[in-house]
């Protein structure tokens, strides 16, 4: 299967139809009561607002990083459903937007959601690319954006506003833990890999940081065309070429399968081991590089077999709506989706009362599937568990086992970690 093919099949299968729209939530919430559900909140006022609120859903439904916004789109579906789909007393109803892949497109799409839908929030957003050329629309409008996965660290350091949220990570997290792992368990020469944007470039320069500091040498940086990085095989020369004990990269969705399967198909797997943050090798990718991936170890803030109340009550009920294992991706729309009920639910539906609704969802804490949910007040990012996987085989499926758990870490909030990595 080619890039293109694997994200326009998984669209076609797997981006849910009707895409939350209203009567979808209402099935939905039928099919998955059962699953651990937080409280539906407090009861409205007399005089409370019931007209629905607009929630604008900003992911991708094309381009490499189709399948992360299904994943998220349905972690969503499932904790709104367990509310009954509504949140302080008002019918929650989604508007659905592509991202893509390109900034100024999904600013455009941003903005179609704000002024003609009118959402009381715009939530989701995969790309740090997007992220970033989102965050002075959202800031001196005083809009709220909640970020499902979009891992930009400028957003907790010296772009970060009391408008943005994110539910997921900062690019630095993991990978910086990582770092300094790798140096001490894998060896001491690397080569490092990722896309050319944002988010490929915080990642690499955060484990590059760790990593030197551990006693680590970077042999060579390569950063590949993005979104698609064309034809593998002059970068899989380099990588051969460079003799590295391993190499450490950063890919995601289709972009990862593309990588990791020239990896192994160049017969690089058997010489030198491929390590990574752990969306190179997350679940959605799993069933496409089934031996490809074995082995490979990687950092990151969730993994499938995690044995917490939360995540066997996730998974049922992702298995349930999706017949899949749900990915990082899925917990990050689903985390998403809680924390806006959370604020949501203080401020009774009146989400023009946003002082009180702010400060709500700077508080918010929960049991996720991850872990405790907690977000550092100086930043408005989550403190994240690191936990280092492996990929094994169990049966005829590929999961990611935990093999040891770093320490739990947000973002530091300013740059004076970091160096740029190239
Ligand atoms: C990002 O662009 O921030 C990103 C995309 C896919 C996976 C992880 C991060």
């Not at 009146?350 to 969802?361: E, H, N």
Request: with cysteine.
């Amino acid at each position: 299967m080619t890039n293109d093919d694997y994200s326009s099949a998984l669209t076609r299968r797997r981006f849910l139809r009707a895409v939350l729209a209203g009567s979808a939530l209402v099935g939905a919430g039928a099919l998955l009561n059962s699953c651990g559900a937080p409280s539906a909140g407090t009861s409205a006022p007399a005089t409370a607002n019931t007209t629905p609120l607009k929630i604008g859903l900003l992911v991708p439904s094309s381009d490499i990083y189709a399948v992360l916004g299904a994943s998220i789109t349905q972690g969503m579906q499932i904790a709104f459903a367990q509310v009954g789909n509504e949140a302080g007393g008002r019918p929650i109803e989604i508007i659905s937007e592509d991202e893509g892949t390109k900034p100024d497109l999904a600013l455009q799409k941003a903005r179609k959601l704000v002024e003609q839908d009118q959402v009381a929030l715009v939530a989701g957003v995969v790309s740090s690319g997007v992220a970033n050329a989102l965050r002075d629309y959202f800031h001196d409008g005083q809009k709220l954006l909640v970020l499902a996965n979009a891992g930009a660290n400028a957003l907790a350091r010296k772009a970060k506003s009391p408008y943005i949220f994110r539910a997921s990570f900062s690019n630095w997290q993991s990978n910086w833990q990582m770092g300094t792992w790798a140096a001490a368990n894998i060896g001491k020469r690397a080569m490092l890999s990722a896309p050319d944007y944002a988010a490929g470039k915080e990642m690499l320069s955060a484990f590059r940081n760790s990593f030197e500091a551990a006693g680590g040498e970077v042999v060579q940086v390569q950063l590949t065309p993005f979104p698609n990085i064309g034809d593998p095989a002059p970068f899989m020369a380099q990588i051969r070429d460079a003799a590295a004990d391993f190499v450490y990269a950063f890919y995601s969705g289709a972009a990862s399968v593309a990588f990791v399967k020239a990896y192994s198909d160049f017969g690089l797997a058997q010489t030198v081991p491929l390590a990574g943050v752990g969306f190179l090798v997350e679940q959605d990718v799993l069933p496409q590089l089934a031996s490809a991936a074995l082995n490979i170890r990687s950092a990151l803030h969730w993994a499938a077999p995690l044995d917490n109340p939360e995540n066997k009550a996730f998974t049922t009920a992702y298995q349930k709506l999706t017949n899949q294992q749900p990915n990082v991706f899925a917990v990050q729309g689903y985390d998403a989706a809680r924390l806006i009920i959370e604020g949501v639910n203080a401020v009774q539906g009146d989400v023009s009362q946003q002082d009180i609704l702010l400060k709500a969802l700077g508080a918010a804490t929960f049991a996720s599937p991850r872990g405790p949910f907690k977000l550092d007040p100086n930043t408005n990012n989550p403190i994240n568990p690191c936990y280092v996987r492996e990929v094994r085989q169990a049966g005829s499926a590929y999961t990611n086992v935990v093999i040891a758990m770093l320490e739990a870490a947000g973002d530091p909030g300013d740059d004076s970690k970091d160096t740029p990595v190239a």
